[in-house]
Structures are given as structure tokens and as C-alpha cells.
């Protein structure tokens, strides 16, 4: 499918931002991650003045609603399908639109 050169820059813009919001939800469960390694082998430890018995649970929560936040998120947005595990395609393996500008 041909795209005139404003439809490709709005699709890259799009690619930009969704790329951004992916790094951002990225971000947070670092810690949250460490946190859990930390007290794992501790059963009445206390990260952040937080319990261990809360830490677990809510890192699953967190898993899984940033594993459905990638799903919606991580799509191509010209074609609507999942873009993988690559933090940052060149192009949609699905579609083959260019996600990035030619350098
Ligand atoms: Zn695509």
C-alpha cells in the first residue's frame, strides 16, 4: 500500500509516542522487580515500609496490567498489529511501513 510522505510522518509520530509510553511503563517496574528479588528469601522483610505478603501480589497485578498495557499499546500504527519484542523496529514485520525516519 502507497502512502503519501504526511501519511508516513504521521505514522512515525505515532510510532514515536507509542515507543515512548512503552519506555515509561517500563520504568517503575524496575524497582518494583529488585524489590521482589530482595524479600524474596525474607519472609517478614519490609521494603519501602511496605510488607512482603503485598509485594507479591501486587507485582503480579503490575505484571500483568503492563503485559496488557504492551498488547494495546505496542501495535504498528499503520496496520493495527503487535510489533514484537524489539524495542525499536525499523520497520512493521507485518505491514512493512517504515517505523523510523531513513538516517
Ligand atoms: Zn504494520
Given at each position: 500500500m502507497l502512502r503519501t510522505p504526511s501519511q508516513q510522518e504521521e505514522i512515525q509520530q505515532l510510532f514515536v509516542l507509542r515507543r515512548r509510553r512503552q519506555i515509561l511503563l517500563a520504568i517503575p517496574l524496575v524497582p518494583i522487580f529488585i524489590a521482589v528479588l530482595v524479600i524474596r528469601d525474607q519472609a517478614d522483610a519490609a521494603v519501602f515500609g511496605v510488607p512482603s505478603e503485598i509485594w507479591g501480589p501486587a507485582f503480579l497485578v503490575l505484571a500483568i496490567g503492563a503485559l496488557l498495557f504492551s498488547l494495546w499499546n505496542w501495535r504498528c500504527p499503520a496496520c493495527g498489529k503487535y510489533l514484537g519484542k524489539?524495542?525499536?523496529?525499523?520497520?512493521?514485520?507485518?505491514?512493512?511501513?517504515?517505523?523510523q525516519p531513513d538516517r
Open positions: 524489539a524495542i525499536s523496529p525499523r520497520f512493521c514485520a507485518k505491514c512493512g511501513v517504515a517505523l
